[in-house]
């Protein structure tokens, strides 16, 4: 008890019920969300808790919420900025801890007792050795500080920091930012000031303290000495009771998302609470905001992921917003926290989703359209159909190839269901897909070939076709040139290729197309590629932006694959192959085509 | 080549009288979508339609008879659509047409 009261003064009181409030919110919140998890995560985290798992996660924290790795690769001083302040100040508060702890030995000291140590034992500074604390928490305080400054800097010019635009705040996230800026400042004059009274103090602190001490009268010292530890402690105050309703809860929120994540916890179609720790792991640092092409090419400010997540977390999330996005899945790739942006952008639709009616789809039963007997089985699908020439390849490849084809859908098919998904209607999109996988199982097919990577995506997410290979039309042609079975002659046309997101970032399937392109001509990449590369602006996942808009991506997106100098643009999506097509100046065709053109 | 319904053929002659049709859904179907009025009617959509090579769905007369105030039995008509997008690609007038879809069926239905 004499501790306690040894360690108290007026002025740590809003530290101390700051520090109590976001415990509890912060505790609250965590209990809430892990009791409502459904009984299956439940059982995936009672499974996992006792594996290596855990270990991998205890690492994985160290390196993302502490030491923040992946900001670092994504941009240096990105990674330095936000490093120097949350590494740096976890190291003040564990060499805070440490350094009280070599002076007053293991009694305990509460919390404000830490924090402001420097407040209650100023005599310390005269004891042998406490010069090696004094500097190493002013070097600490400095790098902090250091991190503060970049944050201001980057408030006024963020492009110095290699990002064109920062996120837009809301209310608490403006008090919680605020307040966080002050700390460190606050927390400088507090101890100079101390310094300048009772002596002592680092390169920094000792320095600022003496000269204060010179300049500035003892009387006016003394008077301003309680009010700046006043000032350090409500800074801390205020931004420990805003942190948990502001972008901060990602502090807290990102290390139980990482344990979670390692035992195999997912977002799904439909929304759960697990969720929540994703919308919340969201530090709202805008790194989605430039990979847009929404905001780079539209100038739309208020869709992007950082946007959503806020509008989904505080409930104000409107369709229109939930509906515009390409799901083209650049932003997700670049996200620092690694959330599942497009599956929870997904399932925000779901909650809108009408339910489907007994009848609706009922036209589908018995529907058999296919022909042939093979047991390769082709799927053109929807878009295909619009480009017949695809079509028309794929039977020319197959021909030459001798390979004996069941066609699912040459004569109209039933869709995959995806598209019907992208708008949140999960379980009408399930009646088509149980059509379209009984007409699988009827024809007892060992492989699916398809040329749309919107229906290759749906096959081997969301189909469960055991047995069966599903593999997207680039991969069965570079499967066949590989095996010798077609020998397509290369000329000297220059191509360069459009990675179609769903086929890119949706599947994973970056080199089997530029191997078939490579085998017929050369191949010239384009300043977006692969993981980064552009969207066509035709994706089905937006319901919102018009005809105008959609050509305005387009253009941008293919002046890029225009300016590698190419003869050819090659694609391998019939819908990124119809946007191309309307944009661009020269040929844009597909993979089979190019290919089926080449074979003798 | 199958027959495929293109929306044209001889309807029995019948008179709508447009005073009695309630055009307040239709009106802000229209105003939440301008762009449907630039709809010339050529029936690509429903050409083009995967839900209608299949079935009796023919999506040119159904968004008509809803801007005109048309509604009976045309949710339930709507179900039928798959959203697959074909007839987004095809339309010349630049009609987003899958989006009009859900429109439709939010004003019209349970959404």
């Not at chain 1, 003869?567 to 190019?594: F, G, Q, S, Y």
């Not at chain 2, 010339?40 to 090579?53: D, E, L």
Request: proline content about 4%; charged content about 20%.
């Amino acid at each position: 008890m004499d501790d306690i009261l040894l360690y108290f003064a007026p002025f740590t009181i809003p530290f101390v019920v700051g520090t109590l409030f976001l415990f509890i919110a912060v505790g609250v919140k965590w209990v809430l969300w892990l009791m409502r998890l459904p009984r299956v995560d439940k059982l995936l985290i009672r499974r996992g808790i006792f594996t290596r798992q855990t270990l991998i996660a205890v690492w994985e924290v160290i390196r993302e919420s502490l030491l923040h790795v992946r900001i670092f690769k994504h941009n240096p001083v990105l990674g330095y900025m936000h490093a120097s302040l949350a590494f740096g100040w976890f190291l003040l508060i564990a060499v805070g801890w440490i350094e009280t702890t070599v002076y007053l030995g293991a009694d305990f000291v509460p919390l404000q007792g830490h924090v402001f140590f420097k407040y209650f034992a100023p005599h310390l500074a005269l004891q042998e050795h406490y010069a090696v604390f004094e500097q190493l928490m002013d070097a600490l305080l400095l790098i902090v500080l250091s991190g503060v400054m970049l944050a201001w800097f980057k408030r006024l010019r963020s492009k110095a920091l290699g990002m064109r635009r920062t996120t837009k705040h809301v209310l608490f996230d403006r008090i919680a930012l605020s307040a966080l800026w002050f700390v460190f400042p606050a927390r400088l004059v507090a101890e100079s000031l101390t310094v300048a009274v009772y002596g002592g103090g680092g390169f920094l602190t000792g320095s600022i303290g003496g000269w204060l001490a010179e300049v500035v009268p003892a009387d006016v010292l003394a008077m301003v000495y309680e009010p700046a530890w006043w000032f350090y402690s409500c800074a801390l105050g205020v931004f420990f009771v805003a942190m948990p309703f502001s972008r901060y809860m990602h502090i807290l929120t990102e290390i139980p998302l990482i344990f979670l994540r390692r035992w195999s916890l997912r977002p799904n179609k439909e929304r759960r609470s697990y969720d929540n720790f994703e919308v919340e792991a969201c530090s709202r640092c805008g790194i989605c905001i430039d990979p847009c092409q929404l905001q780079a090419d539209l100038g739309l400010n208020d869709t992007q992921s950082v946007y959503f997540l806020r509008d989904r977390r505080y409930n104000m999330l409107s369709l229109k917003i939930a509906n515009n996005c390409l799901m083209c899945g650049r932003c997700e790739a670049k996200c620092p926290v690694g959330i599942n942006l497009n599956t929870l952008r997904l399932n925000s639709r779901a909650k809108r989703r009408n339910i489907p009616h007994e009848g609706r789809y009922r036209y589908l039963q018995g529907i058999d359209r296919s022909s042939g007997m093979g047991k390769v089985g082709y799927f053109a699908g929807c878009m295909t159909s619009l480009t017949p020439a695809v079509q028309r390849s794929m039977e020319r490849i197959f021909e030459a190839a001798g390979e004996e084809v069941w066609y699912a859908d040459r004569d109209g098919g039933v869709c995959c269901g995806r598209p019907l998904m992208l708008s949140g209607e999960t379980d009408a999109a399930r009646k088509m897909m149980e059509s379209n996988r009984a007409l699988f199982r009827k024809h007892e097919i060992t492989t699916l070939v398809t040329s749309c990577p919107i229906c290759l995506k749906v096959f081997k997410e969301e189909y469960h076709l055991e047995g069966v290979e599903v593999l997207h039309h680039t991969e069965y042609i570079d499967r066949l040139i590989a095996e010798g079975r077609i020998t397509p002659k290369s000329d000297n046309t220059a191509y360069t290729y459009h990675d179609p997101c769903e086929l890119g970032r949706g599947c994973g399937i970056y080199d089997a197309p530029r191997r078939v392109i490579g085998a017929v001509g050369k191949l010239a990449e384009p300043k977006h590629t692969r993981r980064d590369a552009l969207c066509c602006g035709s994706s089905l996942a937006n319901t919102v932006i018009n005809d105008g808009q959609q050509l305005r991506i387009a253009q941008r997106m293919t002046a890029e694959l225009e300016a590698t100098g190419c003869d050819t643009i090659v694609t391998a999506c019939p819908l990124c192959n119809k946007a191309i097509a309307r944009a661009a100046t020269r040929p844009a065709r597909d993979i089979a085509e190019i290919v089926a053109k080449n074979i003798e | 080549m199958r027959n495929i319904n293109f929306g044209y053929g001889i309807s029995r002659p019948r008179v709508i009288n447009m005073d009695n049709n309630d055009l307040r859904k239709s009106n802000a179907i229209i105003a939440e979508m301008p762009e449907l009025q630039a709809c010339i009617g050529c029936g690509s959509c429903t050409a083009s339609c995967t839900a209608g090579n299949l079935t009796d769905f023919n999506f040119r007369k159904l968004h008509t008879s809803v801007r005109r105030g048309e509604y009976k039995g045309a949710y339930e008509e709507l179900s039928k659509c798959m959203l697959c997008g074909k007839c987004r690609l095809v339309c010349p007038r630049g009609i987003n047409t899958r989006g009009l879809v859900m429109l439709i069926k939010r004003k019209l239905g349970d959404f």
